[in-house]
């Protein structure tokens, strides 16, 4: 169950530095905002896969 809370931690941050990054888009650090915001609203699918491919033992 911890690994859902994590992962819906990165989502909600992920989507506000995505908010606040296209609300100040016409600032260098704005875009740059919106870029990490889109890394972090996609490391929970890399997690899920990192999760979903580990061997059975």
Same mark, same amino acid.
């Given at each position: 169950m911890e690994s859902?809370? !994590?992962? /819906?931690?990165? @989502? *909600? &941050?992920? !989507?506000?530095? @995505?908010? !606040?990054? !296209?609300? =100040? +888009?016409e600032h260098e650090w704005g $875009?740059? /905002? *919106?870029? &990490?915001? $889109? @890394? $972090?609203?996609?490391? #929970? *699918?890399?997690? +899920? @896969? =990192?999760?979903?491919?580990? #061997? $059975?033992?």
């Open positions: 859902y809370h !994590f992962m /819906l931690a990165l @989502l *909600i &941050v992920g !989507f506000l530095m @995505l908010g !606040f990054g !296209f609300n =100040y +888009r $875009v740059r /905002l *919106i870029g &990490v915001g $889109v @890394l $972090v609203t996609l490391t #929970p *699918i890399a997690f +899920r @896969l =990192y999760l979903a491919l580990q #061997p $059975v033992s």
